[in-house]
Every structure is written in C-alpha cells, then in structure tokens.
C-alpha cells in the first residue's frame, strides 16, 4: 500500500501542483498543520505529490527551452544562450533556469528538493552520488524516460521519499549544446533522448 502524505485542502491538477510547489494550505487556521495536513485529513500518494511537482517543473522547463532559448537563440538569432549568459549579456540555459528555481525552492521551503543530475553530466557535481539516484538514473535511461523511478533512502538520519523523472532533449539546442561542450562525456545525443534525469526529494514522516 502506498503511504500517503496529508494535504490541507482538496485540490486538484495543476492548481494542486502550484499551491504544493509554494507551500500554500488554504483550510482555515485551526484545521490545518502545514503543508502536508493533520492526521484527519486524506492524502495522496508519495508518487502522485512527486508527479505533479514534476509536471509543473518538466512544463515550465520544456516552454523556456521551446518559446524562449529555441526560438530567439537557434531560430533568430537575435540572441544567444550562454553558461557564462552574464558575462555574455546573454539568456542562461536551460538547466541553469532550472538549477536556479531548485535554489530559490530550497532557500524558501525544507519539504521537498529538486535538482538535474545526470549519468553523463558537463558539469561532474551533477553526477549520482547515492545509490538510488545512479538506480534512478540508470532505470530511466533503460526504459527511455517511459517510466519514472520511484525510492526510499537514507541521508543525514532522514528518511525520504525519491523519485527520478526523465530529462528528455525536447530541442535541438539541448542536443546541440551538451554535444558540443568541450566538457561532455558524451557528444552522440539526439533529440528525445533521455540526457538526465530531474531528482526530486521529500522526507518521510
């Protein structure tokens, strides 16, 4: 049976997904105790809490890289996509607008974390260190980003639920940047590759 966590309200697609993502609990003051509910009050799934936060960040990322990098970077060229995009004067990639929602979300809240990791990763700090990631990273490559991985580990004396979702080369700039970089292991990807894997951590109670 799957172990539940407790909402505050009933909510539903990607409203529940927003309010869950800010930490918002909209029942009155007495009734509520945080985020997750009171012991009297239905929950949802650990997998379904992971998969509406991965909807909204997989949306968001997907749009950023299709309406914005895709189409003023690669297709008019008015302005170009860069690691270095302040030195630059130019839009930050992708998985830099990701990495910098994943510090503002954990600057502001400690129930769930995210981040993009990577068995082929540019940048070597974004490789698995635990055993669930490289499990989590290695199944979604296999499956080609077809299922998600679902775990429970160990870290710092707190047990946490954690789900890896597939990052998929949804344009050609994602392709074309990781397989140009003097620094990727890997320079064969294609687009809708699995390229990573978005890893997303909430504690256990």
């Not at 981040?115 to 698995?128: D, F, T």
């Not at 299922?147 to 160990?154: L, Q, S």
């Not at 990052?167 to 990781?178: K, L, Q």
Request: charge should be positive; hydrophobic fraction near 40%.
């Amino acid at each position: 049976m799957r172990k539940k966590l407790k909402l505050a309200a009933a909510c539903t697609g990607l409203a529940c997904a927003g309010a869950l993502a800010v930490g918002i609990a909209t029942a009155p003051a007495p009734a509520q105790a945080g985020l997750f509910g009171s012991d009297d009050k239905a929950g949802v799934s650990y997998e379904t809490f992971t998969d509406m936060l991965h909807l909204v960040m997989a949306t968001d990322r997907a749009i950023y890289t299709k309406k914005v990098v895709a189409r003023l970077a690669a297709k008019e060229k008015v302005i170009k996509a860069s690691e270095h995009f302040e030195d630059d004067k130019a839009l930050p990639l992708p998985a830099q607008m990701f990495r910098f929602g994943a510090e503002t979300v954990a600057s502001k809240t400690d129930k769930f974390s995210y981040q993009l990791l990577s068995l082929w990763p540019i940048n070597k700090q974004n490789g698995p260190r635990t055993d669930v990631e490289k499990k989590g990273l290695a199944f979604i490559a296999e499956n080609k980003g077809e299922k998600p991985f679902y775990g429970e580990e160990e870290l710092g004396g707190t047990k946490y639920f954690t789900a890896v979702y597939a990052d998929v080369a949804v344009a050609g700039p994602c392709v074309t940047c990781h397989n140009a970089h003097k620094d990727s292991p890997r320079t064969d990807f294609k687009l809708g590759e699995v390229m990573g894997g978005v890893v997303i951590r909430v504690p256990m109670k």
